[in-house]
């Protein structure tokens, strides 16, 4: 039994992304140029790491976890107000993508009846998956003062 129906295609159609024909390829093109971004940006930090001895550091969830109970303790504990302030500053970074994956979520569910209410929903969520992972790499390791530090130093070898 045969499994080739005969069928050759030859088109790639974009049928999630709302709009004309020109607006999908605009956004098609976009969206590859960020996850290029992103891929390539993903891609330095593992040849950083795995070419710096000094970021092989061990780190678990649970580590993870239990020091943002003691930084946000440690925060709230700073008498003045400028100096939470000046500490939050730093997780800026982190409460931005939090922002933008639960803003826009916030945003779908709560919006009021639109015309075109699919196709919102349709860019919306296109949008939050393609932003997101953009911002990893920067959020996650470029605030980080060993990662600059040893990329600085790989950028002025070269």
């Known amino acids: 039994m045969g499994t080739d129906n005969g069928n050759v295609s030859q ?17 098609f ?3 590859l140029v960020m996850y290029i971004l992103t891929v390539s940006g993903n891609v ?8 710096s001895h000094q970021l092989h550091t061990p780190i678990s969830c ?3 976890l239990v020091s943002y109970i003691f930084i946000i303790s440690t925060i709230l504990r700073i008498p003045s107000a400028s100096g939470q302030s000046k500490a939050f500053s730093t997780c800026s970074s982190h409460l931005t993508v939090v922002l933008i994956w639960y803003g826009s979520t916030i945003f779908l569910h ?20 393609v932003v997101t992972p953009v911002l990893n790499p920067f959020i996650y390791t470029l605030r980080n003062k060993e990662v600059r530090e040893t ?5 002025k070898t070269k």
């Open 151 to 155: 990329l600085l130093k790989k950028w």
């Open 62 to 64: 649970l580590i993870t």
């Open 110 to 129: 709560v919006r009021t009846s639109i015309k075109d209410a699919l196709d919102l929903t349709k860019a919306v969520h296109v949008l939050n998956t």
């Open 11 to 27: 088109e790639f159609l974009l049928l999630g992304f709302p709009g004309s024909q020109a607006l999908q390829l605009s956004l």
């Open 29 to 31: 093109m976009l969206f």
């Open 44 to 51: 330095a930090i593992l040849m950083l790491v795995s070419t």
